[in-house]
């Protein structure tokens, strides 16, 4: 596998990792670190390292003790540059490439730290899953793997809630959710051929109706104004679950989720993961909207296309009440900043990087199709103002659906379509 590649699958075990300590991994851990620290470094300015230790340790579960260390990485591969006062680090200066840059230079790390037998054989079964679901069995036989080695690569792979092993299930069939990250309309005319016509007719009614609350779809058993059947509101948890739709999830200061359903981007082909990254944003920043729109705190968004328009044009969103508590969240993606204007008042101003700047366009894109029915500028702002209320990714999300505590009982007819979708491809 080529280097880039390497980093990419090493970002996205970190973050779904979220922390966990992993004896079985070494070089994967310190280049899936650096390649979230520079990622999130991106389109800053200069960085107090105390705020810094703060943030990484919090958001980025980049423990304090490991932080210097990574860093060091980061400056080495000419991705930073340190202030230092004898061996102590004071500032850091970011000097980040575009996205798909980064990947590729955090990738060359690997020459002097190789992957162990473990974190090669993870990281190529992403690999492969993220090219096609793949049948367990044949998978490990041509991996060429120990089944020691081969289990606990799924076990961290599941883990990170990048790989679901369907065998539960009466299948034998491995799958990831970075597979379903593009080519929606393949899904939806997959599902129009074979035995699956409420999965089709879920997929098309997501698309045309983006970011709609789950629970609502649940409790109401409607798409926006569109009725639904039980087995079809069961199937839209369901695909969630499996990563087929993405369920970006929003944690309210009360500790009650909602997870937004979204389907994947609608390309030609799957995204690498510079782009999921992206996608991930324009989420975010559309779940943020359609929180404000469809489940308000106190004032409702009336016209979400006018909002991410002056987002886009201006690049800021005018200052109110609402916005700390409204985009605290878009600050930990480092799509934007909070300033603090005076009084309880905020401003939210996007960082401006050509990726942000795509992710508003893909947030307006995903909420303008049809209208659903009614139903601080430094570093250490960005980790205070992001307490009350945490986004939670959407693959990390969908391994917390698939939980046996969270759980419902899907219908026996809802549970068939999916396994014939999945067997389908």
Known sequence: ?????????????????????????????????????????????????????????????????????????????????????????????????????????????????????????????????????????????????????????????????????????????????????????????????????????????????????????????????????????????????????KPPTITRPNGASEQFVFTPEPGKVRMSAAKREIYEKGMALAAAVRKGQLLPEAYRIKYPHALLSKLANEKSIRASTEAAHQYRNLTVLGLGRLEHTGGGFFKFRLIDVPENVEAVWIADQLISGETPADLEQDTQARLLLARDEAYVRSHISSAQLRAPQASTIISDRAMHEIDQFMLQL
């Open 1 to 245: 596998m080529d280097k880039k590649s390497t980093a990419e699958f090493a970002f996205d075990l970190q973050v779904g990792l979220n922390g966990a300590d992993v004896p079985e991994y070494d070089a994967a851990v310190e280049i899936g670190k650096a390649a979230v620290l520079a990622i999130n470094l991106r389109g800053l300015g200069e960085i107090d390292y105390g705020a810094l230790r703060l943030v990484a340790s919090h958001h980025f579960k980049i423990r304090s003790d490991s932080l210097d260390h990574i860093l060091h990485i980061l400056a080495e591969l000419e991705l930073i540059r340190l202030v230092t006062a004898g061996s102590s680090i004071k500032k850091i200066i970011p000097d980040i490439p575009h996205f798909e840059d980064t990947y590729e230079r955090v990738g060359e790390y690997i020459d002097q730290k190789p992957l162990n037998e473990i974190e090669a054989a993870t990281i190529e079964i992403l690999r492969r899953l993220y090219e096609a679901p793949q049948n367990k069995d044949s998978l490990r036989n041509n991996i060429g793997i120990d089944n020691s080695a081969f289990n606990t690569s799924l076990q961290i792979g599941g883990h990170a809630g990048l790989i679901t092993d369907q065998r539960a299930r009466g299948r034998n069939i491995l799958a990831s959710p970075l597979y379903f990250s593009g080519n929606l309309q393949n899904f939806i005319d997959m599902a129009a051929r074979g035995e699956t016509p409420n999965i089709h007719r879920v997929l098309q009614l997501v698309r045309q109706h983006q970011g709609m609350p789950l629970s609502t779809i649940m409790i109401d058993r409607r798409i926006s104004e569109v009725s639904i059947s039980s087995d079809q509101a069961e199937l839209v948890r369901a695909l969630a679950a499996e990563g087929i739709i």
